[in-house]
């Protein structure tokens, strides 16, 4: 597996080409997904973890590695010597499996019917039950006042998308969302893998709760969803008392809405930071 090595520093974070590649991130389910791909591809690494408390996603340094200030990102010798920056999620798996996973591990030859499968099955992921389900969040375990509709709409769109996950995964003849495990598989794992907080029950999704065991079985995915900290969600929903749970939802809150806030603030000033 891949050696996972932590930093917090922005000067180090920050230098020319570096080996081994090196990853921003914190704990999220995008977050994840370049983690769990890395250790899947057995891709040396190190981790910058971004202090989104501090706002160190905002710093001058992190925005001219991702200008939109946001994880994850990537930084990387590219194949002409010289370093290279790469940030959203799909397009950072689309670069891991185009220049290192040769033996086509976690996708499919360019051009094959597969592989166009798979960035349709990616890209749906990415624009659709990403935000879908992060917006459930939000308005369930961010927002104090309650907004019915939005609760609805997005509660609603969230399990509507599930459902055509649900269905790929009952005629599925591999067990997976493709003919193998894929670097679909991961993105759409990492969300689920959140989806109790969110407030979706696996238990309306038997197919679903199936695959997300038998993919949590792989000790690449057991390791990278612990980067660059253990994750979480588990942990809450777990803890019966509701403690746990209720800090965490007013420490996420705290950070979510002070960083709105700020960018809100910032685009009355035209700050690129915002």
Not at 177 to 201: E, H, N, P, Q, R
Request: with cysteine.
């Amino acid at each position: 597996m891949a050696a996972a090595i932590h930093s917090n520093s922005a000067a180090e974070a920050s230098k020319g080409p570096q080996q081994p590649l090196t990853l921003y991130t914190t704990q999220t389910p995008n977050g994840i997904k370049i983690s769990i791909a890395l250790e899947e591809l057995e891709i040396p690494y190190k981790v910058f973890k971004h202090d989104f408390v501090a706002r160190t996603q905002k710093e001058p340094w992190y925005l001219a590695i991702n200008p939109n200030g946001r994880i994850p990102a990537i930084t990387d010798t590219f194949s002409d010597g010289s370093q290279i920056h790469l940030w959203e999620s799909g397009s950072i798996l689309k670069y891991l499996v185009e220049q290192y996973d040769k033996d086509f591990k976690l996708w499919y030859p360019a051009g094959t019917r597969e592989n166009y499968e798979l960035f349709s099955w990616l890209f749906f992921q990415i624009g659709g039950l990403g935000p879908m389900q992060g917006q459930m969040t939000h308005f369930n375990r961010h927002v104090t006042e309650k907004i019915p509709y939005a609760i609805e709409r997005y509660s609603n769109e969230t399990r509507r998308l599930y459902s055509v996950l649900e269905k790929q995964l009952a005629t599925s003849q591999s067990g997976f969302i493709l003919s193998k495990f894929t670097i679909v598989d991961i993105c759409f794992w990492s969300m689920v893998a959140a989806s109790g907080w969110a407030g979706v029950s696996l238990a309306e999704f038997p197919e679903i709760h199936r695959w997300y065991e038998k993919v949590l079985s792989r000790p690449s995915v057991a390791k990278g969803m612990n980067v660059p900290e253990p994750h979480p969600i588990q942990v809450l929903m777990d803890d019966k008392t509701g403690q746990k749970a209720k800090e965490f939802e007013e420490y996420s809150r705290s950070w979510v809405m002070t960083g709105m806030a700020k960018d809100a603030e910032g685009l009355k000033k035209r700050d690129p930071a915002c």
